[in-house]
């Protein structure tokens, strides 16, 4: 990223504020404190609504300074001294503050207003993801990286992979080489921490697997405690093999599915797999500036229940209520493919497209590509 990119971002963030008549907005979630400043490190970002940011490092100074596309960054020794070192930036008598209430800690929340007791704070959350929904030119190329390495991944997968390999050692082959190129080894997910994993290698009735998470097949997991991904279980002749992985390489993410049948696989799931495919297809055309996503869900849903399909669709029973997700510098932000949703899309939007079919005691069927959406329908970066 360039200072130009951080620039631009905040002067749309600033507008944003503007607009809405806020003091500035104190930012302290990860990813966007590092889309607004460069750096993720532990900080406190204060944003004006005019004027120079000012970033306040809880930790490492010295890292902070170095990372941020920022001119000013002081040292926090106190989480009691951001009202005194604001004012000492000229920033007193601050009365509508934004946060990032969707991702706020209460103690945290608790904590501001004891230090601004006069203020009125205001959830600013919605503001940055809807900035973040658009990407430029420079973050869709930090995609189109993430997916070339991600494709040199899921080709090494399918040279290496044979039946009687246990789901962990398939996931052990897929990971050790991802690292290689250069993958982050996590993923970062906005919310309560999940215990999130690389990704889910599931062969067989295992990948039909629904669990905890608002996905629609979750793998069987090692233990409890961690209720998703690659099991000990043996991928068998005949069986689907699922695998579904978060590429991330660099700052950006990418999100991909495979499933890998053979011709012994029960004729419902090499229906399904079709059935998948051409949702995907039909999805992807219809995905246009000017459409709403919760049109681009209504398709696939349709289209699932013509081909007599539609309680297999996206789960069994508790079904979710999404096709795909929005996806960047984490693995789930907006647009969300979901029922009902009225967000409009836009040229540079980027999702994930995920239909998939699961059928409990048999396995699942689907894919999943990573897009960005053009004036003439969504583009898969992934391959």
């Given at each position: 990223?360039t200072?130009t990119?951080?620039k631009?971002r905040?002067?749309?963030?600033?507008?944003a504020l503007q607009?809405?008549e806020?003091?500035?907005?104190?930012?302290?979630?990860?990813?966007d404190?590092y889309?607004l400043?460069?750096?993720?490190?532990s900080?406190?970002l204060?944003?004006?609504?005019?004027?120079?940011?000012?970033l306040?490092?809880?930790?490492?100074?010295?890292?902070?300074q170095?990372?941020a596309?920022?001119?000013?960054v002081?040292?926090?020794s106190?989480?009691k001294?951001i009202?005194?070192?604001l004012?000492?930036?000229?920033?007193?008598?601050?009365k509508r503050?934004?946060?990032?209430?969707?991702?706020?800690?209460?103690s945290l929340?608790?904590?501001?207003?004891?230090?601004?007791?006069d203020?009125?704070?205001v959830?600013?959350s919605k503001?940055l993801?809807?900035?973040?929904?658009?990407k430029?030119?420079i973050?869709?190329?930090?995609?189109?990286?993430?997916?070339?390495?991600?494709?040199?991944?899921?080709?090494?997968i399918?040279s290496?992979?044979?039946?009687?390999m246990?789901?962990?050692?398939?996931?052990?082959?897929f990971?050790?080489?991802a690292?290689?190129?250069?993958?982050q080894?996590?993923?970062?997910?906005?919310?309560?921490e999940?215990?999130?994993i690389?990704?889910?290698v599931?062969?067989?009735?295992?990948?039909?697997l629904?669990?905890c998470?608002?996905?629609?097949?979750a793998?069987?997991?090692?233990?409890?405690?961690?209720?998703?991904?690659p099991?000990?279980?043996?991928?068998?002749a005949g069986?689907?093999?699922?695998?579904?992985?978060a590429?991330v390489?660099?700052d950006?993410?990418?999100?991909?599915t495979?499933?890998y049948?053979?011709?012994?696989?029960?004729?419902?799931?090499?229906?399904a797999?079709?059935?998948?495919?051409?949702?995907?297809?039909r999805?992807?055309?219809k995905?246009?500036?000017?459409?709403?996503?919760g049109?681009l869900?209504d398709?696939?849903v349709k289209?699932a229940?013509?081909?007599?399909?539609g309680?297999?669709?996206?789960?069994?029973g508790r079904q979710?209520?999404?096709?795909?997700?929005?996806?960047?510098?984490?693995?789930?932000?907006?647009?969300?493919?979901a029922?009902g949703?009225?967000?409009?899309?836009?040229?540079?939007?980027a999702f994930?497209?995920?239909p998939?079919f699961?059928?409990?005691?048999?396995?699942?069927?689907?894919v999943?590509d990573t897009?960005v959406?053009?004036?003439?329908?969504a583009?898969s970066l992934?391959?």
């Open positions: 990223m200072t990119e951080y631009e905040l002067k749309r963030f600033q507008e607009a809405r806020l003091d500035g907005a104190l930012i302290f979630q990860a990813a404190l889309y400043s460069g750096t993720a490190q900080c406190h204060f944003v004006p609504a005019t004027g120079e940011p000012l306040l490092a809880y930790r490492d100074t010295t890292r902070a170095a990372e596309a920022l001119n000013q002081l040292p926090l106190s989480f001294e009202p005194g070192l004012a000492g930036a000229g920033w007193s008598g601050l503050l934004g946060l990032e209430m969707d991702v706020i800690p209460l929340f608790r904590r501001y207003q004891e230090l601004f007791p203020c009125q704070w959830d600013i503001i993801r809807s900035q973040r929904m658009l430029s030119s973050e869709l190329e930090a995609l189109r990286y993430a997916a070339d390495r991600h494709a040199e991944v899921f080709k090494y399918s290496v992979i044979r039946p009687g246990t789901e962990l050692e398939i996931a052990a082959e990971e050790g080489y690292r290689r190129l250069g993958h080894g996590t993923k970062r997910f906005r919310g309560q999940q215990g999130m690389p990704g889910i599931a062969a067989g009735a295992n990948s039909a629904a669990s998470f608002d996905i629609p097949l793998g069987q997991g090692l233990t409890p405690l961690y209720p998703l991904g099991s000990r279980h043996r991928w068998e069986e689907p093999l699922l695998i579904d992985y590429g390489y660099g950006y993410t990418v999100d991909q495979r499933i049948l053979d011709a012994d696989v029960a004729p419902v799931l090499q229906k797999q079709e059935v998948a495919m051409e949702i995907a297809a999805v992807a055309e995905a246009r500036p000017g459409v709403t996503a049109e869900y398709l696939a289209m229940s013509r081909a007599g399909l309680e297999h669709f996206m789960g069994h979710v209520s999404y096709i795909g997700h929005g996806i960047g510098l984490e693995l789930n932000e907006w647009p969300v493919i029922r949703d009225q967000t409009v899309l836009a040229t540079g939007m994930a497209l995920e998939k699961v059928f409990p005691g048999q396995g699942s069927a689907g999943e897009y959406v053009t004036e003439n329908g583009v992934t391959y």
